[in-house]
């Protein structure tokens, strides 16, 4: 039996911030993917599965040591032997298909994540093979992780590190193999049950904070919308399908206008003085916003972001960069900075510069806090 139909995207109400943040993950990898922070009952699953039936098809590798398809034509050189010899018998190297969505399970092990060794097969060919994982299955799509603030941390870490290089790598013993893993993350999460680490929330490019609609008029259409869906999902889903259609040929177009996209002097400008006077110090802010703002051109079918496409992914971007415990921490700093140097004016006067000791060095350090552990 087929899964059900998702809730189609395009019959989604309100929550605008939500569908641009994901419609702007879909366009560009490199907005570093979406954080939905909000209660539950607020439709951030159902809008991240609906997103599924936007995405566009590509061509996905069938090799596991990471061959792109396109060496095949550009740069046969750096094919693996494997992918060679299937060239040679005439079999395909990759196929089309669409971009999937991919779920991790919440009590996913590390073991899930990033595949366990294959002990048979490693010993027979004198090389670490591995069940490929959650992170294989992920390459080139999108990774949904519904209450991120609730996966372990060794399985979160991992996840994040391969977002981070494009690669995940398994280790067994002294034994190392690593696979292509590049994907777009979208993570979920009702703060009521614990919050992300900011070093973590940090890493993930777009933030948006879901509330509940308060519209009375928005929330009768849902209602309505919930009541016909469940009564019928393939019915409802096919009134939304020329929209539904529209909207996934909208992003296959953006993304393939997105590598001529500029952002224009003024707008990079405007993003950096933003983020200066916010007072947010994370370099991916400005990385993120640029990548944003040309992702938001190109649904527009410009090929320059302006300052008013700054101005209209700022939001996502810039919100909760800032940390409460670093501000805490350099608050305390600044004080306790200030504090010594008013008791060093102070000391001054009972010790005059002509009564020092000539020759002992730096008294005033004390050699066992030098920071070289040498004391
Ligand atoms: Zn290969």
């Not at 777009?206 to 849902?222: F, H, K, N, S, Y």
């Not at 060093?344 to 010790?351: D, K, T």
């Amino acid at each position: 039996m087929p899964p059900p139909a998702p809730f189609p995207f395009t019959a989604l109400v309100g929550q605008d911030e939500v569908k641009d943040a994901l419609i702007l993950a879909a366009v560009n990898p490199r907005v570093q993917g979406v954080l939905l922070i909000g209660p539950k009952g607020t439709g951030k699953t159902t809008a991240v599965r609906g997103l599924a039936d936007l995405l566009p098809e590509i061509t996905h590798s069938l090799c596991p040591n990471g061959c792109e398809p396109n060496w095949a034509l550009q740069d046969p050189e750096r094919l693996c032997p494997d992918c060679r010899d299937k060239l040679n018998r005439g079999e395909p190297i990759s196929y089309i298909a669409r971009q999937a969505l991919v779920e991790l399970p919440l009590n996913a092990t590390l073991d899930d994540v990033v595949g366990g060794a294959n002990v048979r097969l490693s010993l027979e060919q004198q090389h670490l093979r591995f069940d490929p994982g959650i992170l294989a299955h992920a390459h080139q799509n999108i990774l949904y992780i519904d209450e991120i603030n609730l996966v372990a941390q060794e399985v979160l870490d991992a996840i994040l590190d391969a977002a981070a290089t494009g690669y995940c790598v398994v280790r067994r013993g002294r034994l190392a193999a690593s696979y292509p893993s590049r994907f777009v993350l979208i993570g979920s999460m009702n703060p009521e049950e614990g919050f992300l680490r900011p070093q973590i929330i940090d890493r993930i490019g777009l933030r948006v904070v879901v509330g509940a609609l308060t519209d009375p008029q928005e929330r009768l259409t849902i209602a309505r919308h919930v009541h016909a869906f469940g009564d019928d999902p393939e019915a409802f889903a096919a009134q939304y399908a020329g929209l539904t259609v529209a909207a996934a040929a909208s992003i296959a177009a953006a993304r393939a206008a997105l590598p001529a996209v500029r952002i224009s002097p003024a707008a990079e400008e405007a993003a950096i003085r933003l983020i200066t006077r916010l007072g947010i110090e994370s370099n991916r802010t400005e990385i993120v916003l640029f990548e944003a703002a040309r992702a938001y051109a190109a649904i527009d079918e410009r090929t320059e972001a302006t300052v008013e496409d700054v101005r209209a992914v700022a939001p996502l971007v810039v919100r909760r960069r800032r940390s409460l415990g670093t501000d805490a921490f350099w608050a305390a700093t600044r004080e306790e900075e200030s504090l010594i140097q008013a008791e060093l004016a102070a000391l001054q006067p009972r010790a005059p510069r002509a009564r020092r000791p000539a020759k002992r060095g730096p008294a005033l350090v004390d050699p066992s806090l030098d920071g070289s552990g040498r004391t």
